[in-house]
């Protein structure tokens, strides 16, 4: 095995481990998955979202407050497409979470995950701010 195949294993492995904690919604565990300066980068975000979110402790805090809105959440891996060349993934996926209080949500999304040392450094999410603005509605208030 190659270093890029084996460094490909291991990144599918992180992103297979990302969705499978955030269904857990085990988000201390799921923390360990970013670089220190990990980033989210959400290129069309709903109102009162920000386009995003930088370094893991900022990431962390907002994914415990964003999670705490859900009863449950699940994922289904619909396309896996790691880049040839580097380490890059892209996937493709819906959501389906039932927020507090018994809203739901679903969505469509693709997402690029960049990689830093087997850690996740840069997540750019793709997804219809529309369908999300349920989920930022429900976030408490500052």
Known sequence: MTNLNAEQTRN???VRNFFDLMHRKDIETWGDLWAEDGRILVFYPPAGFGSSIDGKAAILAAFK???GNFESFD???TG???AADSG???VE???RAV???GTEYTNRNIAVFRFENGLISAYHDYFDPRR???VVDALPKA
Do not use: D, H, M, W
Request: cysteine-free.
């Open 99 to 101: 927020l507090v209080g």
């Open 93 to 95: 996926y819906k959501n």
């Open 65 to 67: 407050g964003l999670f």
């Open 132 to 134: 999300f603005q349920v």
């Open 80 to 82: 896996i497409y790691p």
């Open 75 to 77: 994922s289904q891996l």
């Open 12 to 14: 599918l492995e992180t």
């Open 88 to 90: 890059a993934i892209v």
